[in-house]
């Protein structure tokens, strides 16, 4: 079955700018998840989404926001960009099943964001 | 709060070489532990996992024990492979009020394997 799909890929960007990534998760996975990866802070975690709603929110800032849809595809936005927003941001969904335990994730390849 | 700390990389060992990358935790509650890879260009990947105290997770050759007397996780492998060269991330995830698990991770481990 198909992985978790995240577009685009690369993407440059100048400071002041916005962007919006996407992520299409795994068949009948409802929690998506988003990451930052930098060489520096390594991976973040930016927010949480079930069934529509965030459910968990990490420590950034309110330039970064997200939203998922009905087919529990998501994307996350970051405005006015900064030279230090560059970084490699992933997602990863998982498939909740009750009484079963931390979930495992699956992640996507990544869309690198570089901002001039 | 939850933390996880790994051995600062990069670990440089020659084919056939056993690896070991060290991996304790902190953590409040129960939580089940993770080995996640990450080779060049990609996302994580899911290596391993152990769920409850003594478990014991593998895959590919790779083994670790879920050590609660020493919160460790530590990651090995008997003989490793120039493929073998990647990030590998040590993860745990307890559950959070709102039924989800939100993993907190190490900062990574670089592996690189010479032939």
């Known amino acids: 079955k198909a992985g978790v799909t995240q577009t685009p890929r690369y993407l440059i960007k100048t400071r002041g700018q916005q962007v919006t990534l996407s992520c299409s998760p795994i068949s009948g996975h409802r929690s998506v998840s988003w990451y930052q990866q930098t060489p520096g802070q390594g991976l973040q975690f930016l927010f949480e989404y079930f069934s529509e709603t965030q459910r968990n929110k990490g420590n950034f800032p309110g330039r970064f926001s997200g939203r998922q849809f009905s087919n529990s595809r998501s994307e996350m936005n970051v405005s006015t960009l900064e030279l230090g927003d560059s970084a490699l941001y992933l997602c990863?969904?998982?498939?909740?099943?009750?009484?079963?335990?931390?979930?495992?994730?699956?992640f996507g390849a990544g869309s690198r964001l570089t901002v001039l | 709060g939850n933390s996880v700390t790994q051995m600062e990389g990069p670990v440089t060992l020659s084919e056939e070489a056993f690896l070991t990358i060290n991996c304790t935790y902190t953590?409040?509650?129960?939580?089940?532990l993770f080995w996640y890879v990450q080779y060049p260009g990609e996302g994580l990947q899911l290596l391993l996992k152990?769920?409850?105290?003594?478990d014991k997770g593998s895959n590919k050759g790779f083994e670790a024990t879920y050590r609660k007397e020493t919160t460790s996780f530590h990651l090995e492998k008997g003989s490793v492979q120039v493929s073998d060269s990647a990030v590998y991330f040590c993860?745990?995830?307890?559950?959070?009020?709102?039924?989800?698990?939100?993993?907190?991770f190490g900062r990574g481990t670089s592996l690189i394997v010479h032939p």
């Open positions: 990863a969904s998982s498939f909740e099943s009750i009484g079963a335990g931390a979930n495992v994730l699956t």
């Open positions: 993860a745990l995830s307890d559950r959070l009020s709102g039924g989800s698990y939100i993993p907190t």
């Open positions: 152990a769920t409850k105290a003594d």
């Open positions: 953590a409040t509650g129960y939580p089940s």
